[in-house]
């Protein structure tokens, strides 16, 4: 699947129009183009493939969204260290995006309320975890870099992965156990993104500092692979039964996922 063929190189019929006058030099476009070929290689790692058939394992699911909430703590610590810094600012919206207190639920549902006690952070997650820190305390702009690759790819792929993991988990259908992909402060993902890549386009910044931000969001999906990766080997190991509750290739998926 080719995610982004609706962004355009910047030549064709209708570009200025559907893409409202966007450049090839602009931020959002460049990030687009930049991670293409990164994004078809996440999307095709096994994790996700299974994820997406209704392949999962519930234990894979909770440490999943244990990697998930050590690697969004992370993230909104540095954004809130660095939320008044002119590279970030325009690009702050706790109420809208920020997952980690929903994460903490959901790990509380699946764990029960000792769960702190429970939790691990691995290692893949911990690099991940590490470079992020490492970004926001020595080069916030890259930050930037890495809220895009987690908030934009939530915003489009969320509710199809919710859709996935409610039926396949059996979880109650009121949203416990998946308050991580439900973004209740956002009407319109769509329109959303529209205005943060618009936001990111408004960002006082050098071409070269661009060109490191496109490298920095191809490391943050290196990054997200690697945790796949582990998931995966852990799975390898869990004997549990797989509920084979995917979405139709035809169905819900190909309708939402875009939203
Ligand atoms: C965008 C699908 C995995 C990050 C998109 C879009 C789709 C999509 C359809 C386009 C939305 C739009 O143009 O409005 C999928 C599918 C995945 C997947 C089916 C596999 C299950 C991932 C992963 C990441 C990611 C693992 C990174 C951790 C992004 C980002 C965008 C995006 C950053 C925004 C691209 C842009 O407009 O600049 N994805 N995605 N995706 N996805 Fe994914």
């Known amino acids: 699947m080719d995610p982004r063929s609706g962004v355009s190189n910047g030549s064709g019929p209708g570009y200025e129009k559907e893409e409202n006058n966007l450049s090839p030099e602009d931020l959002s476009e460049m990030l687009a183009a930049g991670t293409k070929e990164v994004h078809e290689k996440a999307e095709n790692t096994q994790f996700v493939k299974d994820f997406l058939r209704g392949r999962i394992r519930k234990e894979l699911f909770k440490l999943g969204a244990v990697a998930l909430y050590h690697t969004y703590t992370a993230m909104e610590e540095e954004i809130e260290r660095n939320k008044d810094h002119p590279h970030f600012?325009?690009?702050?919206?706790p109420a809208e995006l920020h997952r980690h207190e929903a994460l903490a639920r959901d790990i509380e549902y699946f764990y029960g309320p000792e769960w702190k006690s429970q939790i691990t952070c691995s290692e893949a997650t911990q690099r991940y975890v590490d470079r992020?820190?490492?970004?926001?305390?020595e080069d916030p702009v890259l930050l930037v870099a890495h809220?895009?690759?987690?908030?934009?790819g939530d915003l489009s792929g969320g509710q199809v992965l919710?859709?996935?993991?409610?039926?396949?988990?059996?979880?109650p259908p009121t949203g416990e156990g998946l308050e991580f992909y439900q973004f209740d402060a956002i009407h319109s993902a769509k329109a959303f993104k529209q205005l943060y890549r618009s936001r990111m386009n408004?960002?006082?910044?050098?071409?070269?500092?661009?060109?490191?931000?496109?490298?920095?969001?191809?490391?943050?999906?290196?990054f997200n692979m690697e945790v796949f990766e582990e998931l995966e080997e852990i799975g390898k190991t869990i004997q549990e039964d797989v509920l084979d509750a995917g979405m139709s290739a035809h169905g819900e998926m190909g309708g939402d996922i875009s939203k």
Request: charged share 30%.
């Open 162 to 171: 919710r859709k996935v993991a409610q039926r396949a988990l059996k979880l």
């Open 89 to 93: 600012a325009p690009l702050y919206f």
């Open 132 to 137: 992020i820190h490492q970004v926001g305390q």
């Open 202 to 222: 408004e960002l006082d910044l050098d071409v070269e500092t661009k060109k490191k931000l496109v490298e920095e969001a191809v490391k943050a999906f290196h």
């Open 147 to 152: 809220a895009y690759t987690r908030y934009m």
